[in-house]
T-cell receptor
Framework: GQNIDQPTEMTATEGAIVQINCTYQ??????LFWYQQHAGEAPTFLSY????GLEEKGRFSSFLSRSKGYSYLLLKELQMKDSASYLC????????????FGTGTRLTVIP | DTAVSQTPKYLVTQMGNDKSIKCEQN?????MYWYKQDSKKFLKIMFS???????INETVPNRFSPKSPDKAHLNLHINSLELGDSAVYFC????????????FGPGTRLTVL
């Protein structure tokens, strides 16, 4: 099976940096994904990590440590539009390579 | 030119009814999915399907059945609807095994009364 944990809610200030953590346990790890979901909308892909280390894409970066079963999403220069839920998901080879999502972290950016 | 589309966007129905949600993708993707997102925003895989096989999450009741008339469509049929089926259902698609990104449809909010 799969077990994915992330904080339920976070609040950060516009212009600041925020780190959203995700820990996971899975038997057939085959990649970790971060998705962004604004209220009432569909999830959209942000990042993918399969090897250890940091992947940077503009203001967003994602880090993976496979030995620790740990990832984080780093958002820099926060903007009001970054207020959304951030979903951590793992792809599991034993689960037909499907994605298994955590419950998501609702980020609120305040002025 | 929507990539993944779903109809209807909202569906309100009575317990015991049978309903369908349609999904179409115009991306030429090989694999399509159905997810259920409950009131706590937990997004859970229900089915994955490509032209080779259907993978069913074992926790999904057999009242739910996906049907694919062609590669671009994966519709979701639900029989004997129950209150607990109320949720947002998302369709998604992905291009082959080598692609990492899944593209999600806009979702269908199902309310069972």
């Amino acid at each position: 099976g799969q077990n994915i944990d992330q904080p339920t809610e976070m609040t950060a200030t516009e212009g600041a940096i925020v780190q959203i953590n995700c820990t996971y346990q899975t038997s057939g790890f085959n990649g970790l994904f971060w998705y962004q979901q604004h209220a009432g909308e569909a999830p959209t892909f942000l990042s993918y990590n399969v090897l250890d280390g940091l992947e940077e894409k503009g203001r967003f970066s994602s880090f993976l440590s496979r030995s620790k079963g740990y990832s984080y999403l780093l958002l820099k220069e926060l903007q009001m539009k970054d207020s959304a839920s951030y979903l951590c998901a793992v792809r599991d080879q034993t689960g037909a390579n499907n994605l298994f999502f955590g419950t998501g972290t609702r980020l609120t950016v305040i002025p | 030119d929507t990539a993944v589309s779903q109809t209807p966007k909202y569906l309100v129905t009575q317990m015991g009814n049978d309903k369908s949600i349609k999904c179409e993708q115009n991306l030429g993707h090989d694999t399509m999915y159905w997810y259920k997102q409950d009131s706590k925003k937990f997004l859970k895989i229900m089915f994955s399907y490509n032209n080779k096989e259907l993978i069913i999450n074992e926790t999904v009741p057999n009242r739910f059945s996906p049907k694919s008339p062609d590669k671009a469509h994966l519709n979701l049929h639900i029989n004997s609807l129950e209150l607990g089926d109320s949720a947002v259902y998302f369709c998604a698609s992905r291009q082959g095994e080598s692609s990492n990104e899944q593209f999600f449809g806009p979702g269908t909010r199902l309310t069972v009364l």
